[in-house]
């Protein structure tokens, strides 16, 4: 369908880091306290995506809905931050051009949707910040004059991870110097066409207690772990520079030996912070055993590593892996992990792409082609559903500019669809 | 009963570190990376006995039973160095006077005992060679020439944290620099007596999985993790000092503060390396959450923290916390955690000193005298059994001379008492 005069709708895609940010030294701007890596995942299977529109009609102010939930928009808040530059950039371009509407100066209508449910313990605020960024500047017709390095400087004033989700393929957040935030910015390491062969298996790890905020979270650490300070100077620089020559030559024994690395480095970091931070629980824990005992035994056959586990501020586990080690992994997780919910998107298990695998499943033996010194009490088969839900994607491209079929408001400026009840 | 004519029975205390030992720069004289610090718990409670005796009638070699078992003594190990070194001292004390029996040349028969079962989930091997040393030292008359300290050097050869447990109250292993491991001993910080109201109450925490064996894991850690360097250099020394001040001062304040803070930054070391190393579990974090609650809590109240846990190379966790606080932290623990056995050593519960409480229990309900804002639902009430076992102890005096009737060699030298089956 057709949207509002002035509109446009973009995607953006969710990233998860392998060199991780922890550590804000500017918090209001968001300036982190080293740089940090991600694989940027595919869209077709994980995405925000964002309709804005500006017209002189709309109500004296801006309304946003997320997921079909009218948010306020807070001043002083991160998002009306965002929303602000991107303004000031449209007038300006309105300032050199006086035949061009004046959407600078009217009120938006902003709509958002992930596809991936809250559910998914997934962050939306990277794919989200990322999409709005983007589609703003869309409408505003920024593009290509304003790069996307430009644009990930504002995204990382709404969500510090939001800045990565503005490239495809392999990502680095450049922290930056400058007390301005100016230096502080994203650009692409290298394309998804550079390695496409690069999986991701998302690992829904069930979690009775709610973790500390991130953003809470990061300050404490700054403030209490004397281990951090280390991470800052010396480890992560040395690792940045040496995950990129591994991505540059599609070298996945190093990128996993270092992603490995990095995410127990940053939760060791959270368990040096007083009061300790705990993210990972007993069932990451076991995914962490199973996955260093499945590279040990390949590497003692001879063999590189198969899979590399990292976590963010949660339980979940991300394994990444080269697409042809997927389905000996996705196979030796549903065996001790039963009954997680899985979409098939590549159509591992052989019904169908995208079949859906849901409620309960039969047991899933050992897979073959397991190394033979690969030792299967590793880790015992644990109850249904420890693993909540699997999810299998890759490395995906950059934020996407959508056509009309998919705008997400009414021509009257409207959302399309209203979710019945407010969120909690 | 009288022993063998030349023996001697003697035991020694456990010892629980608040600056942790993790790591050797000698793994033959097991020399430390770092200083560490620990607390002596009471004899009266937990302890190892050994009795050492030396005849010329014995059989050639030198025997050990441990707990009822006969052990090799292997040639090259541990024990063989300590008991080596014991029999030099013997044999220039000999040189020197000739009247003195020839014991540095007869065979040794050597028994030893704990008196906290395997299941405890504590190391026996502090208690065990401290014991060891300090009995062969008196069997062969060289107390008081030869101080502890110099026989802490010895028993560090056994067991590192062994040299620990030669002293009483709170003891400092000064980790030392030169190579041959001279001046790498333990030296009391201060006497039971100048703080003895500090209380322990350990809580033997199920584990289904049995973690990384500590000798490999800390070397594991030496090779692999970029933290530890900073551990070793920075955060080490400069607690050292602090949580020795903060002990002549008998401050808990700080004492509790920088145990948690040792305890978590120790842990995160073992999370830094590769592969990573987990001694705590779900469990054993609810505990941390709990303690740290409780302290939050009684602080906003105007009032000090309550108690400080520790956890070493396991899942249990040891909370030291002043007399006056051990009611309460300990009902607190059986609220959350029902059903663990419990020896009312101090009679806490008025069921009579040492009243024994097993198997089923009633529900305990959350103690009265908890600080206003304390949070109930910090952590859910955990299954039965989660916490298998509480002990209540106190800080406590060095190694004991004990009289024939502890003896634990007959008068021909054979065992009192030998176990039914070998262990596992």
Same mark, same amino acid.
């Given at each position: 369908?057709?949207?509002?005069?002035?509109?446009?709708?973009?995607?953006?895609?969710?990233?998860?880091?392998?060199?991780?940010?922890?550590?804000?030294?500017?918090?209001?701007?968001?300036?982190?306290?080293? #740089?940090?890596?991600?694989?940027?995942?595919?869209?077709?299977?994980?995405?925000?995506?964002?309709?804005?529109?500006?017209?002189?009609?709309?109500?004296?102010?801006?309304?946003?809905?997320?997921?079909?939930?009218?948010?306020?928009?807070?001043?002083?808040?991160?998002?009306?931050?965002?929303?602000?530059?991107?303004?000031?950039?449209?007038?300006?371009?309105?300032?050199?051009?006086?035949?061009?509407?004046?959407?600078?100066?009217?009120?938006?209508?902003?709509?958002?949707?992930?596809?991936?449910?809250?559910?998914?313990?997934?962050?939306?605020?990277?794919?989200?910040?990322?999409?709005?960024?983007?589609?703003?500047?869309?409408?505003?017709?920024?593009?290509?004059?304003?790069?996307?390095?430009?644009?990930?400087? &504002?995204?990382?004033?709404?969500?510090? @991870?939001?800045?990565?989700?503005?490239?495809? =393929?392999?990502?680095?957040?450049?922290? =930056?110097?400058?007390?301005?935030?100016?230096?502080?910015?994203?650009?692409?390491?290298?394309?998804?066409?550079?390695? +496409?062969?690069?999986?991701?298996?998302?690992?829904?790890?069930?979690?009775?207690?709610?973790?500390?905020?991130?953003?809470?979270?990061?300050?404490?650490?700054?403030?209490?772990?004397?281990?951090?300070?280390? *991470? &800052?100077?010396?480890? !992560?620089?040395?690792?940045?520079?040496?995950?990129? #020559?591994?991505?540059?030559?599609?070298?996945?024994?190093?990128?996993?030996?270092?992603?490995?690395?990095?995410?127990?480095?940053?939760?060791?970091?959270?368990?040096?912070?007083?009061?300790?931070?705990?993210?990972?629980?007993?069932?990451?824990?076991?995914?962490?055993?199973?996955?260093?005992?499945?590279?040990?035994?390949?590497?003692?056959?001879?063999?590189?590593?198969?899979?590399?586990?990292?976590?963010?501020?949660?339980?979940?586990?991300?394994?990444?892996?080269?697409?042809?080690?997927?389905?000996?992994?996705?196979?030796?997780?549903?065996?001790?992990?039963?009954?997680? #919910?899985?979409?098939?998107?590549?159509?591992?298990?052989?019904?169908?792409?995208?079949?859906?695998?849901?409620?309960?499943?039969?047991?899933?033996?050992?897979?073959? =082609?397991?190394?033979?010194?690969? $030792?299967? @009490?590793?880790?015992?088969?644990?109850?249904?559903?420890? !693993?909540?839900?699997?999810?299998?994607?890759?490395?995906? #491209?950059?934020?996407?500019?959508? $056509?009309?079929?998919?705008?997400?408001?009414?021509?009257?400026?409207? +959302?399309?669809?209203?979710? *019945?009840?407010? *969120?909690?």
């Amino acid at each position: 369908m057709a949207g509002p005069k002035y509109s446009a709708t973009c995607s953006a895609p969710v990233n998860i880091a392998v060199i991780k940010y922890w550590g804000k030294r500017d918090t209001k701007l968001i300036l982190p306290t080293n #740089d940090s890596l991600s694989v940027t995942l595919d869209q077709d299977h994980l995405r925000s995506v964002t309709t804005a529109s500006a017209d002189e009609s709309y109500g004296g102010k801006d309304r946003l809905w997320l997921n079909g939930v009218e948010e306020e928009i807070a001043e002083q808040g991160r998002l009306r931050t965002c929303i602000d530059e991107m303004r000031k950039m449209r007038s300006d371009k309105e300032a050199g051009d006086d035949k061009l509407p004046k959407l600078s100066s009217w009120p938006l209508h902003i709509c958002s949707e992930n596809n991936f449910p809250t559910a998914a313990g997934l962050a939306s605020s990277a794919s989200g910040f990322a999409a709005l960024i983007y589609t703003l500047a869309t409408l505003f017709g920024l593009l290509p004059a304003v790069d996307n390095s430009q644009l990930s400087r &504002i995204a990382r004033q709404g969500s510090g @991870s939001a800045c990565r989700s503005l490239f495809g =393929g392999f990502v680095a957040w450049q922290g =930056g110097e400058k007390a301005d935030g100016s230096d502080s910015l994203a650009v692409q390491v290298a394309s998804r066409e550079h390695w +496409p062969d690069l999986h991701a298996l998302i690992c829904v790890v069930s979690d009775a207690k709610k973790g500390t905020p991130s953003t809470a979270g990061m300050q404490r650490t700054v403030a209490t772990s004397p281990l951090l300070q280390h *991470r &800052i100077k010396d480890v !992560v620089p040395a690792r940045m520079k040496s995950i990129s #020559d591994a991505i540059q030559r599609r070298d996945f024994d190093s990128f996993a030996a270092i992603t490995m690395a990095d995410s127990n480095n940053f939760h060791a970091t959270c368990l040096d912070t007083t009061p300790p931070i705990f993210y990972m629980n007993d069932v990451s824990r076991a995914i962490v055993q199973l996955v260093e005992e499945l590279n040990r035994a390949s590497e003692e056959a001879g063999k590189g590593k198969v899979a590399a586990y990292t976590y963010d501020a949660g339980p979940n586990a991300v394994l990444y892996a080269p697409k042809e080690n997927v389905q000996l992994v996705l196979q030796l997780v549903r065996h001790y992990f039963p009954n997680a #919910d899985f979409d098939d998107t590549f159509n591992l298990l052989g019904a169908g792409s995208g079949a859906s695998h849901r409620g309960q499943q039969a047991a899933v033996p050992l897979p073959s =082609g397991l190394p033979s010194t690969f $030792n299967s @009490s590793v880790i015992p088969v644990h109850e249904a559903g420890a !693993v909540r839900r699997l999810i299998h994607t890759q490395v995906g #491209d950059g934020p996407r500019k959508l $056509n009309d079929a998919e705008c997400l408001l009414k021509e009257d400026g409207e +959302p399309l669809r209203l979710a *019945r009840a407010k *969120r909690a």
